[in-house]
């Protein structure tokens, strides 16, 4: 069985920054995309960013020069750094990869969430 735990979420004042971790367990063949996504209240989850195995980032419009996505492959984790938090970032987010426990079983993962709540 596959887990995704994420850790890092919390309660942070308007500029100011946070990092969330994700670490894939398990058994894990290999990893495809990792990404973030978050789902605020009342609003349909949304994707915030991607990773690709060699490293290639997408971002949202919305936090395009705020966030930066990582991974670290030889670990299985992904991280978001988040600066200059607004308020409207406040959400859930959520871990997702897309793993393959053998060579011809793949499946999308969710974490739990994490509430990141950005406020004064």
């Known amino acids: 069985q596959v887990q995704l735990v994420e850790s890092g979420g919390g309660l942070v004042q308007p500029g100011g920054s946070l990092r969330l971790s994700c670490a894939a367990s398990?058994?894990?063949?290999?990893?495809?995309?990792m990404d973030w996504y978050r789902q605020a209240p009342g609003k349909q989850r949304e994707l915030v960013a991607s990773?690709?195995?060699?490293?290639?980032?997408n971002y949202a419009d919305s936090v395009k020069g705020r966030f930066t996505i990582s991974r670290d492959n030889a670990k299985n984790t992904v991280s978001l750094q988040m600066n200059s938090l607004k308020p409207e970032d406040t959400a859930v987010y959520y871990c997702?990869?897309?793993?393959?426990?053998?060579?011809?079983?793949?499946?999308?993962?969710w974490g739990q969430g994490t509430q990141v709540t950005v406020s004064s």
């Open positions: 997702s990869a897309e793993i393959w426990s053998s060579i011809i079983s793949r499946r999308r993962y």
């Open positions: 398990g058994s894990i063949f290999s990893i495809g995309d």
């Open positions: 990773v690709t195995r060699s490293g290639t980032t």
